[in-house]
Nanobody, 121 residues
Framework: QVQVVESGGGLVQPGGSLRLSCAAS????????MGWYRQAPGKQRESVAS???????NYGDSAKGRFAISRDNGENTVYLQMNSLEPEDTALYFC???????????????WGQGTQVTVSS
């Protein structure tokens, strides 16, 4: 019953920038964290960035120094600002929300369907 929707992907030249958005909605009792993974053809799924409801962020090695994750004030929305993009960043980017649907249940990840980022000359 949780919907996670990404947007903002597209085609960009090497060295360019994109900002991805992700909004989570539905029957959410508590939000713990949201973040991004990506998967390119022939590669394993890779963690990109995450941020907790308290504002603590983490980045995968490939994102450090180039990407920045942020959250909307008081809303279940996160953004991924991607700068200095390289062809190696080409992938399908998935957003997740780590939430619980009931106050007495466990936290689970809910995933969006992905937004494609293509970096090419």
């Amino acid at each position: 019953q949780v919907q996670v929707v990404e947007s903002g992907g597209g085609l960009v030249q090497p060295g360019g920038s994109l900002r991805l958005s992700c909004a989570a909605s539905g029957s959410i009792a508590d939000m713990w964290a949201m973040g991004w993974y990506r998967q390119a053809p022939g590669k394993q799924r890779e963690s990109v960035a995450s941020i907790t409801s308290g504002g603590r962020s983490n980045y995968g090695d490939s994102a450090k120094g180039r990407f920045a994750i942020s959250r909307d004030n008081g809303e279940n929305t996160v953004y991924l600002q991607m700068n200095s993009l390289e062809p190696e960043d080409t992938a399908l980017y998935f957003c997740y929300a780590f939430v619980k649907l009931d106050s007495n249940s466990d936290y689970f990840n809910y995933w969006g369907q992905g937004t494609q980022v293509t970096v090419s000359s």
